[in-house]
């Protein structure tokens, strides 16, 4: 059983900056990809940053160059630096972990950027 623990969130003003952790747990598949996705008020879930086992990264267009992700792969860790932080960024921010054929979520957690 995987497990996904996330933390990170809150409130912070326009500008601002937060990073979230997302820890897994359990058996998991050396080949997998770790990603943080988010789903706003009335909107669909969206992808924002994935990064594979090997490194390879994928970016939302809405957050190149103010978001950044990285993983710990001997902690089984997964990290979203989010700089320069808009409103429309507002969301909760879910981690992912998929492995082949499979894909496990957290529970979920809430950025708030307001001033």
């Known amino acids: 059983q995987v497990q996904l623990v996330e933390s990170g969130g809150g409130l912070v003003q326009p500008g601002g900056s937060l990073r979230l952790s997302c820890a897994a747990s359990g058996s998991i598949h050396s080949i997998n990809t770790m990603g943080w996705y988010r789903q706003a008020p009335g909107k669909q879930r969206e992808l924002v940053a994935s990064?594979?086992?090997?490194?390879?990264?994928t970016y939302a267009d809405s957050v190149k160059g103010r978001f950044t992700i990285s993983r710990d792969n001997a902690k089984n860790t997964v990290y979203l630096q989010m700089n320069n932080l808009k409103p429309e960024d507002t969301a909760v921010y879910y981690c992912n972990l998929a492995v082949p054929f499979y894909s496990y979520w957290g529970q979920g957690t809430q950025v708030t950027v307001s001033s």
């Open positions: 990064i594979t086992s090997g490194g390879g990264t």
